[in-house]
């Protein structure tokens, strides 16, 4: 130390006029040279391990910031912990824009917290600044050691009890400076400070409130690192203890104790400070003798007062208060003249000339030593502030990163859960779509032969039938009794009449044949065709089920249609006649050659009346047998021949007619209706096919609804995977941005707070 005062005393003139550059590097060279050697020791000591990835972006030795004052580092760790607190805000952003896509709206309640408490730190960080308050009794100088230290008259000052409130003082960027008054937002001018402060002002404020004192930074540098300064009353004026402490101090992070060199520590001080560290837990507390000037007026006795002054405060923060030990509080005891310092620096500023004149001896040596306290009181402010302030925040930074990961640790598993499960069941519900096909197809198969096979059964049905109506048809036409009886000239009336009774016939008959004729296959083909349906796996035709009625043909002959070009022949017709035999004969299927031959007497005898055909066929016969046969052989049989048509010709009466009316009718109807005998199997066919596919329609309808369902289920499916797959990319990056903030807190912890004793 010697040799270091020695050196800097020795470079030191306030009699010879420098240039302005030169006379502040001379007054800071101290500070300087001690802030070097302490920076180089503490980067051998520093190990090269720590990462170099920072928060605040600034380089791995940085102890102090590679800068000449210590404040700077809390400064560096200020912007540490609050872009580390900007990150973890941005990190729960985005967790919470993660948990609404992965949960909907509500699923981000914890994160909603989070970011409250994390906004509400950030606010508090904003408004974190090293606070230093400044005690002692009334007319110690606690304003002047402020303006020293501030190097300008900010705060008033003089003889007697001058400051009557507490004034806090922070660097504000305007180039003026304002001050606020407790209760009012109003900038008042800076120059009223000196009346409202001053305990001679008639309307004084109350000891314990707080005017806030806004100082243009580009003045002092202490106030462009985040300094506070808090000036208080005296000690002595009976202050309600608890509200200062209460209200000032409880966030201060080193008190000052201001004591005056020309006399002891009063009971006032000591007692104050008790209750201050009662309240708090170590507090920071420095001693500043001031008024030490004095001492050289009586130089023999100076160091005699020094080393007593110097043990009853070390006493006094070891032994009574127990905050620091012997070693460390002798480096929290100074002995400086606040004035000389405000003076000299003053003096300098305003680029005065010999700086030092007026001043007592011993100036030099009482700046070196208020410049070694503004060092410590920066290097303990620094560390101090950074631990009182910030490593709460890393704290609770550490939670919420901590509880940040144990969420998305949750969130994790339960993405991987969800997607396992979505994936399985994508699989299963795929599976059976296949199968669904597969047996679709077999289904269609089925029922395309099942359909194929009933149209088969009811078309030979229906053939049979056919042949049971026309059967029935002659004795319906046979039976027929006109209610006007028969009349040859009413022949029209009567064959309308007929045609009617046989429509109607028919109608009936034909509707009992497609009851009975389709009724049980149509049924049967039916049951079948639900019953492949209903084996489908998924299937929901219980619901689906069409009710089909028994078909119903209203398939209507119309007998006048039929019968239009319909030619009755009413002529006595000889039953024994040879085309009448021949006409037998060719009903009879005795041989084409009767047939043919029936065909070519009609055809020959189509023009000649029956009462004329009959002699000539009993002539030709006759003439014909009498070539075979002796005549008394053809007498008898001959008279038998002749009595028969005599009988049959008188016998020709109107029932004979209208039977044969009838016969003709019947026999036309029936060579008429055999063409539409297909006719009326395909309408069946068609009737009992229509209504099979509408079955089988609706079963498809209803089994494409199932399959919809499926390949919708399988779209949805899809998505909600993909949407976990990208869920979970997010939430393993969001993981892996959460590890590097755990890590930026722990690169914050060693570099700021590791350190902190």
């Known amino acids: ?205 109350s000891t314990s409130n707080l005017i806030r004192v806004f100082w243009p930074q580009q003045k002092c540098p202490l106030l462009q690192e985040d300094v506070e300064f808090v000036d208080s009353p005296g000690v002595d004026m009976n202050p309600d203890v608890d509200d200062w402490i209460n209200t000032h101090c409880l966030d201060a992070d080193v008190f000052v104790l201001i004591a005056n060199s020309e006399s002891t520590l009063m009971n006032a001080e000591k007692n104050f400070f008790h209750h201050v560290s009662e309240r708090l837990s170590r507090p920071n507390i420095f001693i500043l003798n001031n008024r030490w000037d004095a001492s050289a007026q009586e130089p023999e006795l100076m160091e005699e007062v020094r080393q007593q002054h110097l043990e009853n405060n070390v006493d006094f923060l070891t032994k009574h208060l127990n905050v620091v030990d012997e070693l460390t509080a002798k480096e929290r005891v100074y002995f400086v003249s606040a004035k000389e310092v405000l003076t000299l620096r003053m003096r300098q500023q305003n680029n005065e000339e010999n700086i030092g004149q007026g001043l007592a001896d011993g100036h030099k040596a009482r700046l070196v030593e208020f410049e070694r306290f503004e060092l410590k009181f920066k290097q303990c402010l620094s560390s101090s502030a950074i631990s009182t302030k910030f490593e709460q925040h890393h704290t609770r930074g550490t939670e919420i990163v901590a509880e940040l990961q144990q969420l998305l640790e949750s969130e994790e598993l339960f993405v991987q859960e969800k997607s396992k499960l979505l994936q399985d069941e994508l699989r299963q519900t795929w599976s059976e779509r296949q199968e669904m096909t597969e047996l679709n197809n077999v289904v269609h198969s089925r029922a395309t032969r099942i359909v194929d096979e009933t149209d088969d059964i009811v078309k030979e049905r229906v053939g049979d039938s056919m042949k049971i109506v ?93 019968c239009h070009d319909f030619k009755e022949n009413l002529e006595f017709s000889f039953s024994l006649s040879l085309p009448s035999l021949m006409k037998l004969a060719g009903k009879l299927n005795i041989g084409a050659i009767f047939i043919n031959l029936h065909r070519y007497i009609e055809n020959i005898t189509a023009g000649i009346p029956s009462e004329i055909i009959f002699p000539l066929t009993l002539v030709a016969g006759g003439f014909a047998l009498s070539r075979l046969m002796s005549w008394r052989y053809l007498v008898l049989p001959t008279a038998i021949y002749c009595g028969v048509y005599v009988f049959q010709k008188f016998t020709w009466t109107e029932p004979k007619k209208e039977r044969k009316l009838k016969e003709q009718v019947y026999s036309f109807l029936e060579e008429r209706l055999d063409p539409h005998t297909l006719a009326i199997q395909n309408s069946y066919s068609s009737v009992l096919i229509s209504d099979l596919q509408r079955l089988y329609g609706e079963l498809t309808k209803a089994l494409s609804l199932t399959e919809g369902d499926l390949d919708n289920r399988i779209s949805e499916l899809g998505k909600e995977y993909q949407k976990m797959e990208e869920l979970q990319g997010q939430v393993h990056k969001l993981r892996n941005s959460v590890c590097l903030l755990r890590r930026d807190l722990e690169d914050f912890k060693e570099e700021y707070l590791a350190d902190i004793d």
């Open 1 to 205: 130390k010697g040799v270091y005062y020695n050196h800097v005393l020795g470079n030191m003139s306030f009699d010879t006029p420098r240039p302005k550059l030169e006379r502040l590097q001379s007054l800071d060279s101290p500070e300087t040279t001690i802030m070097k050697k302490q920076r180089s020791d503490a980067e051998l000591r520093r190990s090269l391990t720590v990462s170099e990835r920072r928060v605040s972006g600034s380089p791995v030795l940085h102890k102090y910031g590679g800068r000449t004052s210590p404040l700077k580092r809390f400064g560096l760790a200020k912007e540490s912990i609050f872009r580390a607190y900007g990150l973890i805000k941005d990190r729960l952003v985005e967790v919470q824009d993660f948990l609404v896509t992965a949960h909907g709206e509500g699923g981000e309640g914890r994160i909603v917290s989070l970011l409250e408490k994390t906004k509400g730190i950030e606010d508090i960080l904003t408004r974190d600044h090293m606070k230093v308050v400044f005690f002692g009794r009334t007319s110690n100088g606690k304003s002047t050691v402020i303006n020293a230290l501030l190097r300008d008259k900010v705060l008033p000052s003089g003889i007697g009890h001058t400051t009557n409130c507490f004034c806090s003082v922070v660097g504000v960027e305007d180039e003026r400076g304002y001050i606020l008054t407790p209760g009012s937002e109003e900038h008042r001018d800076i120059k009223t400070l000196q009346q409202l402060a001053h305990s001679l002002y008639k309307d004084r404020l």
């Open 470 to 562: 026309l059967h029935e048809l002659h004795d319906c036409v046979m039976n027929f009794d006109h209610s006007d009886g028969f009349d040859p000239g009413q022949l029209d009336s009567y064959k309308k009449a007929l045609y009617r009774h046989i429509d109607s016939h028919l109608k009936t008959q034909l509707s009992h044949l497609c009851v009975s004729t389709l009724a049980d296959p149509h049924q049967k083909a039916c049951d079948d065709i639900v019953t492949l349906f209903q084996k489908l796996p998924q299937h929901t035709l219980s619901k689906h089920v069409p009710k089909i009625d028994p078909p119903n043909v209203n398939f209507k002959i119309s007998s006048a249609d039929l």
